[in-house]
């Protein structure tokens, strides 16, 4: 299994500014995910990060508000920016392991406080 | 839209059985069932996968209907540890993609 690191763990941040999340895995992957899971709610797809080529953003999410970076098999960022409250969230970056059928392994999520 | 329907809780107690159901009725042909968990404050956790036949691994059991309709995850002897959100993910063949629904959060009463 894929161990996944994240940074920032936590951060609480003034509405306006941006905060870039970290997402380092120990292995080689190709998919990497990002995931927003808002308070008390589920998780929800923002963007798959792929190395090489654009993010491709699932419905509701726009490049400029999370722009992805993907420059190794390693790592990734997400940017979240022009924060407001409602971007207050637990933000989750998450890795495919090809050998057992596309299952996913998940780092151990931001928890980001707009004020 | 998560394609599966679980109930929002449910309840066991220490070193019981807990058989947790999940309702698929659309499920096509190419669509494996996978079952997360997310324990308090920590990112989800994969537990089993199936396509038509039952699974066993070490964290639990997956019995899957004979009419691919639903399933359910069995956690045979229930822990404390195991008190969690667990979700059933319909996820399509050849799609990278996990849609999560809302789960059922399981309380182990000790």
């Known amino acids: 299994s894929a161990v996944i690191s994240q940074k920032p763990s936590r951060d609480i941040c003034q509405r306006g500014t941006s905060l870039t999340i970290q997402c380092q895995v120990d292995s080689q992957v190709t998919m990497m995910f990002w995931y927003r899971q808002q308070p008390g709610q589920s998780l929800t797809l923002i963007a798959t990060?792929?190395?090489?080529?654009?993010?491709?953003?699932e419905s509701g999410f726009v490049i400029d508000k999370f722009p992805i970076s993907r420059p190794n098999l390693t790592f990734s960022t997400l940017t979240v920016s022009n924060m407001s409250p409602e971007d207050s969230s637990i933000y989750l970056c998450s890795v495919e392991d090809l050998s057992l059928e596309e299952t996913q392994y998940f780092g151990p999520g931001t928890r980001l406080l707009v004020l | 839209d998560a394609k599966t329907t679980q109930p929002n809780s449910m309840e066991s107690n220490e070193e019981e059985p807990v058989h947790l159901p999940c309702n698929h009725s659309t499920i096509s042909g190419t669509d494996y069932i996978h079952w997360y968990r997310q324990l308090p404050s920590q990112g989800p956790e994969y537990v089993i996968h199936g396509l038509t036949s039952n699974v066993n691994n070490r964290m639990a059991s997956l019995a899957i209907a004979e009419d691919r309709k639903s399933s359910t995850l069995i956690l045979h002897r229930a822990t404390l540890r195991d008190a969690a959100v667990y979700y059933c993910i319909r996820k399509q063949g050849g799609s990278e993609k996990l849609v999560f629904g809302k789960g059922t959060k399981l309380t182990v009463n000790p």
């Open positions: 990060a792929n190395q090489g080529s654009e993010a491709t953003y």
